[in-house]
């Protein structure tokens, strides 16, 4: 099945820096890579998605990278800001969003 | 808000009890599905509903029992569990199971299980 891993498990900036969260998935099969991001309380919500037939989406200051040769996936936030903190995962699914195999999440936290 | 509601938000329950979890999605989708996140293992598929058949099933103890009566709603029957169950379940919904139909998956905000 399906194995992803995510980088770093925790991930601490400055306000108005860049942080970069990387996953790497093993199922050359996969073709939907969904980011969520996860508040105190709430439920995963996908903040950025791309699938195999694009290399680079942009979403204002949020942007995914997909390397398919590699198997690897990042996600690039600029000019954090301290609503940005939270608990982001990345997953990987071959068709059906849902059955995402998800990484281990990565805890951000912006500092003022 | 997501569209997808569960209830009860907390439960506490000891082992030798029955509860049910409860989850409603008004998106009109087709899958339903649900996770268990734990410090352990952070967000782990435990089943999916297709057009409110069972397609999968990973692995998850008997003593965890899904429902689905219709495409909107999605039970998860709870019976004689462990302290180690105790976890965050999540229900999510989506539309479409394969090819270029894939949308997002949608989640709810989840119901805080501790098992005494």
């Known amino acids: 099945g399906e194995n992803v891993e995510q980088h770093p498990s925790t991930l601490s900036v400055q306000e108005g820096d860049s942080a970069v969260i990387k996953c790497t998935y093993s199922?050359?099969?996969?073709?939907?890579f969904p980011w969520y991001k996860q508040e105190l309380g709430k439920g995963p919500q996908l903040i950025i998605d791309?699938?195999?037939?694009?290399g680079e989406k942009k979403d204002q200051r949020i942007a995914v990278t997909l390397n398919k040769t590699a198997k690897h996936f990042s996600l690039h936030i600029t000019e954090t800001q301290p609503e940005d903190s939270a608990v982001y995962f990345c997953?990987?699914?071959?068709?059906?969003?849902?059955?995402?195999?998800f990484g281990d999440g990565t805890t951000l936290t912006v500092k003022p | 808000e997501t569209g997808v509601t569960q209830t009860p938000r907390h439960l506490v329950m000891g082992m030798t009890n029955k509860k049910s979890l409860k989850c409603e999605q008004h998106?009109?989708?087709?899958?339903m599905y649900w996770y268990k996140q734990s410090a352990k293992k952070p967000l782990e598929l435990m089943f999916v509903y297709s057009l409110e058949e069972r397609v999968e099933n990973n692995s998850v103890p008997s003593r965890f029992s899904p429902e689905c009566p219709n495409s909107s709603h999605l039970f998860l029957h709870l019976h004689t569990l462990q302290p180690e169950d105790s976890a965050l379940y999540l229900c999510?919904?989506?539309?479409?199971?394969?090819?270029?139909?894939?949308?997002?998956?949608?989640f709810g905000q989840g119901t805080r299980l501790t098992v005494v």
């Open positions: 997953a990987a699914s071959p068709s059906n969003a849902g059955k995402s195999t």
């Open positions: 998106l009109g989708h087709n899958a």
């Open positions: 791309i699938r195999s037939n694009v």
């Open positions: 199922d050359s099969a996969s073709n939907y």
């Open positions: 999510a919904s989506s539309q479409g199971t394969g090819g270029d139909l894939i949308s997002e998956a949608f």
